[in-house]
């Protein structure tokens, strides 16, 4: 079992920056895929990013390539998600997953709210 907390969220203005984290505790971090899902109020959620077990290969949804990176920390047992030129479209609820395997989503923080204003 693995528990997710993230935190960092807020509000920002446009073409500003914020970095949430993802904690873990219960397994070693190493073992998982991690991810970052969002969704927007009245949207479905949506993929964001994700990070290879090592930490060597991300993926980045097209909407913030170039924009966000996802970073990882296995002795720290976190991952982090640095946003930069922020938009009023990524303003949603960010929420960080774990996978035993690529893309089984098998645990899920609570979310972290980030607000972006024009």
């Known amino acids: 079992q693995v528990q997710l907390v993230e935190s960092g969220g807020g509000l920002v203005q446009a073409g500003g920056s914020l970095r949430l984290s993802c904690a873990a505790s219960g397994r070693t971090l190493s073992r998982y895929y991690m991810g970052w899902f969002r969704q927007a109020p009245g949207k479905e959620r949506e993929f964001v990013g994700a990070?290879?077990?090592?930490?060597?290969?991300?993926y980045y949804a097209d909407s913030v390539k170039g924009r966000f990176t996802i970073s990882r920390d296995n002795a720290k047992t976190a991952m982090y998600l640095q946003m930069n030129s922020l938009k009023p479209e990524d303003t949603a609820i960010y929420y960080c997953t774990a996978s035993v395997v690529s893309g089984s989503y098998d645990y899920w923080g609570q979310g972290t709210q980030v607000t972006v204003s024009s």
């Open positions: 990070i290879s077990q090592s930490g060597t290969v991300t």
